[in-house]
Nanobody, 123 residues
Framework: VQLMESGGGSVQPGGSLRLSCAISGFRRSSYSMGWFRQAPGEEREGVAMINSSGRTTYADSVKGRFTISKDNAENTLYLQMVSLKPEDTAMYYC??????????????????WGQGTQVTVSS
């Protein structure tokens, strides 16, 4: 299983970015996929997840600003981020797991991880 994130970069507060996660070697009828982030000196935290039933879950800090989606044909996971804030600055990771979690955003629940893409929000 390989996951490759892209789409990170530097934006001003209020800006937008769309992260992509290309997934290979992982096609399951039951799964959970998520986006996580880790700022320097902080623990990795869950941002958003989607499971194979289409259920989505978001951290309170990003609700209404971030949208997770999956393109099944391309086997790609996306995270659309709008109204970005300086506190969104972090390394962002995608992760997948072959179990259908209901709404878990805990990193410990996910088995396969990408290498991350940096998002910096600064004026």
């Amino acid at each position: 299983v390989q996951l490759m994130e892209s789409g990170g970069g530097s934006v001003q507060p209020g800006g937008s970015l769309r992260l992509s996660c290309a997934i290979s070697g992982f096609r399951r009828s039951s799964y959970s996929m998520g986006w996580f982030r880790q700022a320097p000196g902080e623990e990795r935290e869950g941002v958003a997840m989607i499971n194979s039933s289409g259920r989505t879950t978001y951290a309170d800090s990003v609700k209404g600003r971030f949208t997770i989606s999956k393109d099944n044909a391309e086997n790609t996971l996306y995270l659309q981020m709008v109204s970005l804030k300086p506190e969104d600055t972090a390394m962002y990771y995608c992760a997948v797991d072959p179990r259908q979690w209901p709404d878990y955003l805990s990193p410990q629940k996910y088995t396969y991880w990408g290498q991350g893409t940096q998002v910096t929000v600064s004026s």
